[in-house]
């Protein structure tokens, strides 16, 4: 009998419904010719929900996420008011322990990109540090964001980070700012140091953050895997999808050690909302890291390299890679070669 994996797809605000109906089709493609099954359950969450439950993840929602095996993410619209309901993202990555946020960055065939041959991953911090947004308005006027870091939470994703060097390029680079946040950046670095110590093939060097966007600019493609502190993840990880050429091509995986949720890097870009006209790939690659996730290599590898023919082949391009094909032709696209292969 073929396996079933229990998905939640939890479909987000804005571009959210398009990119994931998208990568559904291309999901159900791959099934096709596949050993095993994908039991998708759909939950709602994201800014739409606020008004609906007074939350945008409301508790239903989170009893399906515990009875699924991993969740495929669309991006949601997060508010900006003080006292607003926190990032989904943010709830889930908590709530699950997902410590490892894994972003890949790499050269795409026929994508206009700053510099070739770049393949790296950013692994960032992603249950705490700056990126948690405990503020305070300790006065009119005076706030204060407080910046946790921990040994516990450094340590783990120094291990997830050096083992995944320790698979690719043996080179891992850790970003800090310990020369002006030398108590949490400090802790930061004692962590990835003790843990190098575990991994004497893994070659090692550091970079300060503001240096470090300026070397993803300069030259990409000496990096392998970076590994740094929550809010310095996410803001490299934009900047070296944008480097290889598009934020609609940059996909996410969020792991913990028993649970995982996969999610494009890019937002909910509500101005191109309803418009069928957004890369729908950033989902799909999502989608892929997930059955990877799951163990299901083979399946992986199909959806890689259909949308690596795709792509080379140039004849179906969305906006932002400079031509005019739709959301929908871009995942027909793929889910054919994938019929294909
Ligand atoms: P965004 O990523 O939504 O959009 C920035 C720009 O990137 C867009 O205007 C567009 O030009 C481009 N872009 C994004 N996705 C694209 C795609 N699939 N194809 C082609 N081009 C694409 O960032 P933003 O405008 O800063 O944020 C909008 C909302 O998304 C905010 O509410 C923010 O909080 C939220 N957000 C959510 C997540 C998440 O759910 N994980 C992540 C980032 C931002």
Do not use: W
């Not at 964001?145 to 080179?171: D, G, P």
Request: net charge neutral.
């Amino acid at each position: 009998m073929s396996k079933t994996y229990n998905i939640a797809v939890l479909k987000g605000d804005g571009i959210g419904p398009e990119v994931t109906d998208a990568t559904i089709k291309v999901l159900e493609a791959v099934q096709e010719s596949a050993q095993f099954k994908l039991n998708f359950l759909y939950g709602e969450a994201g800014y739409y929900c606020i008004e609906k439950y007074g939350t945008n993840l409301p508790e239903e929602t989170v009893a399906l996420l515990k009875k699924t095996d991993a969740c495929l993410k669309g991006p949601m619209t997060t508010p900006e008011t003080p006292g607003a309901p926190v990032s989904v993202a943010v709830k889930i990555r908590k709530m699950f322990n997902l410590y490892a946020n894994v972003r890949p960055c790499r050269s795409f065939p026929n994508v206009e990109a700053l510099k070739p041959n770049i393949d790296l991953v950013v692994v960032r911090e992603n249950t705490e540090g700056l990126y948690s947004g405990i503020e305070y308005e300790v006065s009119p006027g005076v706030g204060v964001a407080l910046r946790i870091i921990t040994k516990e939470a450094s340590l783990r994703v120094a291990e997830f980070a050096f083992k995944l060097a320790a698979k690719r390029k043996k080179h891992l680079t850790y970003v800090h700012k310990g020369n002006i946040l030398r108590i949490t950046d400090g802790i930061f670095k004692d962590a990835v140091q003790e843990v190098s110590a575990k991994y004497p093939d893994v070659a090692v060097d550091d970079v300060h953050i503001d240096a470090m966007t300026m070397h993803l600019v300069k030259k990409p493609e000496t990096f392998d895997v970076i590994v740094t502190t929550n809010l310095f993840g996410d803001v490299i990880s934009d900047e070296a999808a944008q480097v290889t050429g598009s934020l609609g091509l940059a996909a996410g995986a969020n792991i913990g050690d028993a649970y995982g949720m996969f999610e494009p890097v890019h937002g909910s870009a509500p101005k191109y909302a309803g418009q069928n006209i957004v890369n729908p790939i950033a989902t799909i690659m999502a989608a892929q890291m997930m059955l990877d996730y799951l163990g299901e290599k083979e399946a992986a590898a199909k959806i890689e390299k259909a949308v690596m023919q795709v792509l080379s082949e140039g004849k179906v391009r969305t906006k932002d890679l400079g031509g005019s094909s739709t959301t929908s032709e871009m995942s027909e696209a793929v889910a054919s070669k994938i019929r294909m292969l």
